[in-house]
């Protein structure tokens, strides 16, 4: 394998977790990679020859973006609802039957052609890792393929089965839990890394979101959880007694919960293009930073309450709309949205890390909040090749 410089970066951020600056950043710097890894980073003038040579022009380059939370695999779009709740109708949890309905009539290759089209969308954004859940399937067979899908695109698969009880076991949600510890969890454990639940009134409550963590641990599969997105609940509490890698939404929370994540190092992830889709409360990033929480940022992209996968829109989100910094916000939707995977090889541009990265149409990072909604991803490498 060829080695390859990227010389003339105006600000490389490294997130070089010795460094005095958040971001490791290193101005006037060049990045060696050879074999997929990054081999070598420092000024520019010191930088050894390599076989291929990239000029970045002055401007930005940035870890790739680990995008630590999506639900790419589904059929149909739900804009009329969208549409509705901008004029005024309340959003449910109960609106994801919809989309199961149409994500179990839909082929294999129907899935996998939209997923692939998503995971596209990502990478032209600077998204190098992402995770994708199962959830609109909730059928042993329909769970499973989800994840077989999935797989073709990532290693960081979930299954969520427990996402929402789907409409046949509407009366014995009690029967539909033991479907997903069960034959469901057996049937999805091979294609899965991580296990998940919607712990949330409307979906399932914290004895049943922890009997499916508990079984999933049990198949070898780690956790993570959705919880006190639409208002206060046991979800967080939960996650941090259970020592979860990570905690998502947490936009509803008590001081005790504050104190959990504190305490337990669970990531809380923060993912505010649900609020922007379903014009709630965002999640108070200030408050949880100031706290010594471990804060990540995802697009959480679903048909229904973020259609999004923008990684840079939810960087100006949380700039703009939680009170984090242009740093914080880069930091969270690279570094630690790795530590929320659980994964060590990504998330950063230092020596023997994957040599995933993003070159910026900016000298900057802070331009991804400065200048909202405008395409600054001149290109993505993933294992030192441009994707
Ligand atoms: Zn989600």
Request: contains cysteine; negative net charge.
């Amino acid at each position: 394998m060829t080695s390859l410089a990227v010389g003339n970066i105006g600000e490389l951020v490294t997130n070089d977790p010795t460094a005095d600056d958040l971001l490791g950043i290193v101005q006037g710097a060049a990045l060696v990679v050879d074999g997929g890894r990054v081999a070598w980073t420092g000024l520019a003038a010191d930088a050894p020859a390599a076989d291929e040579y990239v000029d970045a022009g002055g401007r930005a380059v940035l870890p790739g973006f680990v995008d630590s939370h999506s639900h790419l695999v589904f059929a149909g779009d739900r804009a009329a609802e969208f549409a509705a709740r901008m004029a005024g109708t309340a959003y449910a949890a109960g609106g994801i039957r919809t989309t199961v309905a149409l994500t179990r009539q839909a082929t294999d290759e129907q899935l996998t052609a939209s997923v692939a089209g998503l995971v596209h969308e990502m990478r032209r954004q600077g998204t190098t890792t992402v995770e994708i859940k199962s959830g609109y399937g909730l059928t042993v067979h329909d769970e499973a393929r989800s994840l077989a899908v999935a797989r073709q695109f990532t290693d960081e698969t979930t299954f969520l089965g427990a996402h929402v009880v789907p409409e046949e076991y509407a009366d014995d949600p009690a029967a539909y839990v033991d479907l997903v510890t069960g034959p469901m969890l057996e049937a999805a454990a091979p294609h899965a890394r991580w296990v998940d639940a919607f712990c949330e009134r409307g979906a399932f409550d914290a004895d049943q979101a922890r009997a499916v963590l508990t079984a999933g641990d049990a198949s070898g599969l780690r956790g993570r959880l959705h919880a006190n997105q639409l208002g206060p609940g046991p979800g967080v509490q939960l996650a941090a007694e259970l020592g979860l890698a990570a905690v998502d939404h947490c936009t509803h929370l008590d001081d005790a919960d504050v104190t959990a994540l504190r305490d337990s190092g669970t990531v809380a992830t923060l993912l505010p293009g649900v609020e922007f889709s379903t014009r709630q409360p965002y999640p108070d990033g200030r408050r949880l930073l100031d706290a010594g929480v471990t804060v990540a940022l995802a697009t959480d992209c679903n048909p229904g309450s973020s259609y999004t996968s923008s990684m840079p829109l939810c960087i100006a989100l949380a700039v703009r709309e939680m009170r984090m910094t242009p740093a914080e916000a880069v930091h969270a939707a690279t570094y630690v949205g790795a530590r929320a995977l659980d994964l060590d090889d990504v998330g950063a541009l230092t020596p023997g890390k994957r040599a995933d990265f993003l070159l910026l149409d900016a000298p900057t990072h802070v331009h991804l909040a400065y200048r909202p909604g405008v395409p600054l991803v001149a290109g993505t490498w993933i294992g030192g090749r441009p994707v």
